[in-house]
């Protein structure tokens, strides 16, 4: 019966991986499947505290990467702190904006947070008195940064996927 868990739980999480992609939280949403399947079968010992902590920290790692890629990428291109945090907000309304606006699955919620980050810094640092092609360059910065941020989070999500399902019909 384990087996048949184990395997609902791979499932599951794959679809919870997919999330990341749209820049949702699917990496904690796998660790809240895995976490709860661990409690309930804990007379199985499916998963040991230690791979309950890699994932955990694998997480935890995906998020502050994704968070400050934006504001890192505006930030090494010159922008000002405030620009760095309008990257941010900007790249998950653009996030949300882009799925919609480009439904096209995956690309159209992965431009729009690029291009809304780097659309957030531009607006900000125009309002501030910059230069336009400044502010290009900040835009674009922001964009890239906010593209590894989440190519970065989702392959640390792939990573704690692999760790679940070995870990789950590992002996």
């Known amino acids: 019966m384990i087996y048949l868990f184990a395997t609902a739980l791979i499932l599951l999480n794959t679809c919870w991986l997919a999330l990341?992609?749209?820049s949702l939280p699917g990496n904690w949403f796998m660790l809240i499947s895995t976490f709860t399947l661990a409690w309930w079968q804990?007379?199985?010992n499916i998963f040991s505290i230690y791979t309950l902590i890699v994932i955990t920290l694998l997480a935890c790692l995906g998020e502050i990467i994704e968070f400050i890629?934006?504001?890192t990428g505006a930030k090494k291109a010159g922008a000002s702190w405030l620009g760095s945090l309008c990257a941010i907000i900007g790249a998950v309304t653009g996030a949300i904006i882009g799925t919609f606006i480009i439904p096209v699955p995956?690309?159209?919620t992965l431009l729009g947070a690029c291009s809304g980050a780097g659309l957030g810094v531009l607006g900000i640092e125009?309002?501030?008195g910059k230069e336009l092609k400044e502010t290009v360059r900040y835009g674009?910065?922001?964009g890239i940064g906010e593209f590894i941020g989440i190519t970065?989070?989702?392959a640390l999500g792939?990573?704690?996927w692999l760790i679940i399902a070995v870990a789950a019909f590992w002996p």
Do not use: T
Request: charged residues 15%; without cysteine.
């Open 158 to 160: 792939i990573l704690i």
């Open 42 to 44: 804990k007379d199985s």
């Open 20 to 22: 990341v992609i749209f």
């Open 152 to 154: 970065s989070k989702f």
């Open 106 to 108: 995956v690309l159209g």
């Open 140 to 142: 674009i910065g922001a």
């Open 126 to 128: 125009l309002l501030r």
């Open 69 to 71: 890629a934006a504001a």
